[in-house]
């Protein structure tokens, strides 16, 4: 049996007239007093998390009001991050019991192994492609990118942008002076044609 | 929730509101737009860290801009609005929508205004 209070109304423990424990709590379903005489009573020590700010900006995963590392999806990714190939379990996570943080670690590691298994890594499409030919070299997307991801490939003397690491925000193609970049499927001809295919509608 | 707004809006799809050019936004106002607006992420959350806040740059540098070149302001605007928030976003739409309406055609179509001021003249005076 599992009865959830809330802080306006605490259980009350007290001692019965017979000497045993008396516990009264409000069920918040039945929205009546439920009274129960247990021979024990044990209280769970409160779980903090552990400073998780530093930790969580390198990693770029989020974090809940608290400090626990939230997961991608409650239901369909649980021991995911938002970020691909970085997992959780246990404590970090919200304040759970010994086995339910084993079950969660074993299913981390699932998670895992089937990342680790592919022979190869199929990245999304959306990503930056720079243009050698146009590159000035003037930094601006290297200094732009939140996540430094161009580097300058001094063999061509142009920024060079990891398709597997690019996340396809496309802020480096906006801020690119040259207009040396461009976001696969997000082009500047692609975005100008719907504008103006849709402004003449 | 269907949820109505104008159906004048038209919506384009970009993967942050850090791909938003100022190239883009001109663009829109020289194929005919009356007005454009700009719907990222809330400040701070930010999926890509800080595309929003590029943004947010590029459309305040632009409506000083408008000034210059005889557009009014008011035509650009950005909101900052979270995936929840949908009454919100048909409340912007709409807002931006009456906004157009009541500007006029842009003075990027000369004609349309032209005939769009006399209208208005006329009503005033009948």
Known sequence: MFIRFDLENKPKVEQAADGGLQVTVLDHILGLPVVLRPDLLTLASAVVPNPTEELGELFKVSRNAEGFFNEAHAKLRPVDFASDGIFLAGLAHYPKPIDESIAQAK????????????????????VAVVDPEKCAVCLTCVRTCPFNVPVIDYKVDAAYIDPAKCQGCGVCVSECPGKAIQLKHFTDSQILAQELALAAG | MRLQYSPEIRIILIPCTGRVDILHLLKAF???????????????????????????KRVAKLKKDFEQMGLEPERLEMFNLSAAEGARFAAIAQEMAERAYKLGPSPVKPEQRKAWLAAQAQASAG
């Open chain 2, 30 to 56: 020289e194929g005919g737009a009356d007005a454009v607006f700009v719907a990222g992420c809330l400040e701070g959350e930010c999926h890509y860290l800080t595309g929003n806040i590029q943004a947010r």
């Open chain 1, 107 to 126: 299913a981390a590691a699932g998670r895992a192994a089937t990342f680790l298994a592919q022979d190869m890594v199929q990245v999304g499409g959306v």
